[in-house]
């Protein structure tokens, strides 16, 4: 539900801070070891979780986002199961907002008004869907509408004047700028265009901006909180997932949302 991203802003806008999002894979390295590291999330200091759906052909992720996708589908992780464990966080927390984000061809397999119906029902709140350009999202748009889901959209350091209006239009939830061209986890733009790019952004949706793509260390999610609305980290969480174990990724986490809040 869309309002449960707004009371998350709201409520770390009134303090002051930014909200720290997290991303994981579903399903990687299984779906038991996944559950359990999706559920300890919110009490490590997320404010809101994107949880990843593998896909065959990731085009827009790095090494380390791609190789989680392939664990996760060879312990048979599919878009149900990435809804299955979805209600089973909602059993337990009803507040932190979850945002599922992959690509298009899971979705228009299973079908846009099915997926919006059982991810409506499995708790999730919105999608963010990379490769669906706003030419091509009207049917998911509207099957989200009808069940209330934020269909969030993102904004590149290339999204010109002329673009932007059509990016955010429809956007709900939140904006996810990228803060640099090419995939995850490749290195981070100029703190000095982040600051402008934010503010354009900001302006042009009336909507919260998240920044993401590259942002690894904790004083690096300081200095993007500064300026952003959320900061969002993901290959450096999924890579000390998968090297050092969940307690490890745990505690990065708990520095990355520490920095973040802190800002």
């Known amino acids: 539900m869309t309002h449960r991203i707004d009371q998350t802003f709201a409520a770390r806008k009134a303090k002051g801070q930014a909200a720290f999002v997290a991303y994981m894979m579903a399903g990687d390295p299984d779906r038991a070891a996944s559950q359990a590291f999706l559920n300890a999330l919110p009490e490590a200091g997320v404010d809101i979780i994107e949880l990843g759906i593998p896909f065959t052909d990731p085009m827009a992720d790095g090494p380390v986002i791609e190789d989680a996708g392939i664990r996760a589908r060879k312990s048979g992780t599919t878009l149900s199961v990435v809804l299955e464990m979805a209600a089973e966080f909602r059993t337990a ?132 909180a500064k300026d952003a609305d959320g900061v969002v980290v993901g290959t450096a969480i999924v890579k000390t997932l998968y090297q050092d174990g969940p307690e490890a990724a745990l505690a990065l986490i708990r520095t990355l949302a520490e920095a973040t809040h802190s800002s």
């Open 93 to 224: 927390n009803d507040t932190t907002p979850i945002i599922v984000m992959g690509y298009a061809n899971p979705l228009h397999h299973m079908g846009y008004t099915k997926f919006a119906s059982a991810a409506k029902a499995a708790g999730v709140d919105g999608a963010i869907i990379v490769d669906l350009p706003p030419e091509e999202d009207s049917e998911l748009r509207a099957a989200f509408e009808t069940h209330d889901l934020a269909l969030i959209r993102l904004a590149t350091p290339t999204t010109d004047a002329h673009r932007l209006p059509q990016v955010v239009a429809g956007t709900k939830g939140f904006v996810y700028y990228v803060s640099m061209t090419g995939i995850t986890g490749d290195s981070f733009a100029q703190a000095g265009s982040i600051t402008e790019q934010v503010t354009r952004v900001r302006e042009a949706a009336n909507l919260p901006v998240v920044v993401g793509f590259g942002v690894k260390t904790p004083e690096r999610a300081r200095e993007v």
